[in-house]
């Protein structure tokens, strides 16, 4: 079954400890992206990444980092979280196709509250 | 840059009523245009989607959408709206390149009264 996964789905943390939330996919797919979802807001762009080892920053990507060092895998890391960085957080991924939009799929969401 | 205005952030409907959720957006290039529906705690689900050809798109659960290039619009509507249709709904605007990020509107969460 195809997924994308994120782990945890819940965390209560405190500020300033370092945290990571975790994104994997089955889907063999190139691109994958992270956001943070706050209410009348929508969704706002993190970080992306078109492949391994290639990253960029997304609309609001202050305070976060993130890497791809394998294909399925995009964790994203809150070295010294902040209680403005308490939000819902979505991974999302996708084929990449030239000349195409390929339907994104979003993982089930993280919501975090940073104390 | 391009950018997604969603009008109304709460809509809410009567069982069996047609359902309008409002979308324009502004985009120098030709756009790719979606909806997606998030139901709740749960994550982003594409509803329907614009690229070229046809402008009425057909969706999943009997949504469509029309683009409307000379409005700069791409409502979406249901003709009549189920208890199930409850959720938020978000638009989002992307190039024809297919590569570039998603920018998404700031949602319409439809509330659907028995």
């Known amino acids: 079954e195809a997924q994308v996964t994120q782990n945890p789905r819940y965390l209560i943390t405190v500020t300033g400890k370092k945290l990571t939330v975790t994104c994997s996919q089955n889907m063999n797919h190139e691109y994958m992206s992270w956001y943070r979802q706050d209410p009348g807001l929508g969704l706002r762009q993190i970080y992306y990444?078109?492949?391994?080892?290639?990253?960029d920053k997304g609309d609001v990507p202050e305070g976060y980092k993130v890497s791809r060092k394998e294909k399925r895998n995009f964790p994203l890391i809150l070295e010294s979280p902040s209680p403005n960085q308490t939000s819902l957080y979505f991974c999302?991924?996708?084929?990449?196709?030239?000349?195409?939009?390929?339907?994104?799929?979003f993982g089930p969401g993280t919501r975090l509250t940073v104390l | 840059a391009q950018s997604v205005t969603q009008l109304g952030s709460h809509v809410s409907v009567s069982e069996g009523a047609l359902v309008l959720l409002r979308c324009n957006y502004s985009s120098s290039v030709p756009p790719y245009l979606f909806w997606y529906v998030q139901y709740p705690n749960q994550g982003l689900q594409l509803l329907l989607k614009?690229?070229?050809?046809?402008?009425l798109v057909k969706g999943i659960n009997g949504f469509e959408a029309e683009f409307k290039k000379s409005e700069t619009s791409f409502h979406l509507t249901k003709p009549s709206a189920h208890m199930s249709d409850a959720a938020e709904y978000f638009c989002?605007?992307?190039?024809?390149?297919?590569?570039?990020?998603?920018?998404f509107g700031k949602g319409t969460r439809l509330s659907v009264i028995a």
């Open positions: 989002a605007v992307s190039d024809f390149s297919g590569n570039t990020p998603l920018v």
């Open positions: 614009y690229t070229t050809g046809a402008t």
């Open positions: 999302a991924t996708k084929r990449l196709t030239s000349g195409s939009h390929n339907e994104q799929f």
């Open positions: 990444s078109m492949n391994v080892e290639v990253t």
